[in-house]
């Protein structure tokens, strides 16, 4: 599957970046660092710099989407569109949330600016269910 969206975008098929792609699917969001932490098991050569090249491509490429924690390293995740995220400060937890709906905000924001917005991130921040216990 991967290998098919990176041909598409005419980016080389290497190991490496379909393995960061799969891991990154699986945790939904993950830092560089975390996946380094992955790649360097399977691939124990590659370096840190090596995935920040990667994932700064896969992002260029709408592959990947950047998300922003505040006060932390931004996590990423396969681009699916715009949505909101739910964070916790205390532990970092990162949540998608798909239900709300971003589209009026667009709308009011382009009324205001009288500019043509097509994407937006929110990023909603507060205490966890486990870390309000
Ligand atoms: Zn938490
Ligand atoms: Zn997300």
Redesign the pocket.
Known sequence: MYDKILRERELKVTPQRIFILEEIKKMGHASVEDLHERVKDVYSSVSLATIYKNIHLLVGEDILTEVPVHGRKPMYEINIGDHVHIT??????VEDNMDMDTAPFIAEANRQTGRKFDRVAVMLQG??????N
């Open positions: 916790c400060p205390h532990c970092g937890s205490a966890c269910s486990k870390c309000n």
